[in-house]
């Protein structure tokens, strides 16, 4: 049993969860994404290069997110809300937490239905599930690009996330392999003691697996049974 109360939950999602809605990710399929070279369509190297490809691309992802559904492992993190303050921290572009009812989601990653000024990051469009071409301006008369978090760019939101972790009496991490930095990197924030669990059905690259509890199952099955139990108070 927890030494104190436990109210704020902290949950920190991957593709995993995701890919239970449908939506792939690049790790499945050896780099090639949808057809495309991850490298060429996910870097800001890539973006200078081709913006034509960059813009093809995350216009295809963008259709696709829009057209997914929440599953029942967005939903059941959403059903703690009742019980708990939970914060949710995703590596995911898509908006299902949000869809399954989640009210307070960290994007690490952006956003796959908001554009942005290519020169300002905090001049954002929402663009739904519409395309972006070339030519199409941000209000600052800017090309617009996808406002997501692309390889060789800071992750400007991994400082809230930190702060989150750190206040977390309860931490669950659900449906990522934690080999992406600096996002696995927020496992090292949560406080001594506190109750830690992992959703996954293969072995993520934690440091030590002391004093987690590894549910060893997918996002759905194994969500849907932590959050079951969470809302009957059970931490065992």
């Known amino acids: 049993m927890p030494s ?27 780099g090639l994404w949808e057809g495309f070279d991850i490298n060429e369509v996910a870097s800001i190297e ?4 081709n913006r034509e490809k960059v813009l093809d691309f995350y216009n295809i992802r963008r259709k696709q997110a829009a057209s997914a559904e929440p599953n029942p492992a967005h ?7 009742k019980e708990y303050q939970v914060t949710v921290i995703t590596q995911n ?4 937490h949000e869809r399954g009812g989640s009210s307070d989601v ?9 554009a942005r000024s290519e020169e300002d990051p905090d001049v954002i469009v929402d663009m739904g599930d519409k395309p972006i071409s070339i030519g199409d301006e941000a209000p ?19 400082s809230l996330a ?58 759905v099955s194994g969500v849907s049974k932590l959050t079951k139990k969470l809302l009957n108070r059970d931490y065992e």
């Open 4 to 30: 104190k109360p436990i109210e704020h939950i902290v949950v920190l999602s991957g593709a995993g969860i995701s890919a239970e809605s449908g939506l792939s990710t690049f790790r499945d399929a050896g």
């Open 46 to 49: 890539g973006w200078y290069r």
């Open 75 to 81: 939903k059941a993190l959403a059903d703690l809300e």
């Open 93 to 96: 572009v898509d908006d299902l």
């Open 106 to 114: 960290i994007h690490l990653h952006g956003k796959l239905r908001e």
């Open 140 to 158: 600052d008369g800017t090309q617009l690009r996808p406002n997501v978090v692309w390889f060789g760019e800071p992750v400007p939101m991994v």
């Open 162 to 219: 930190a702060e989150k972790v750190s206040s977390a009496d309860l931490f669950i991490v659900v449906g990522t392999s934690l080999a992406v930095y600096p996002a696995a990197g927020l496992t090292d924030y949560t406080r001594p003691n506190i109750n830690k669990y992992l959703v996954d059905p293969g072995t993520p690259e934690l440091y030590s697996y002391d004093g987690w509890t590894h549910i060893q199952e997918s996002a």
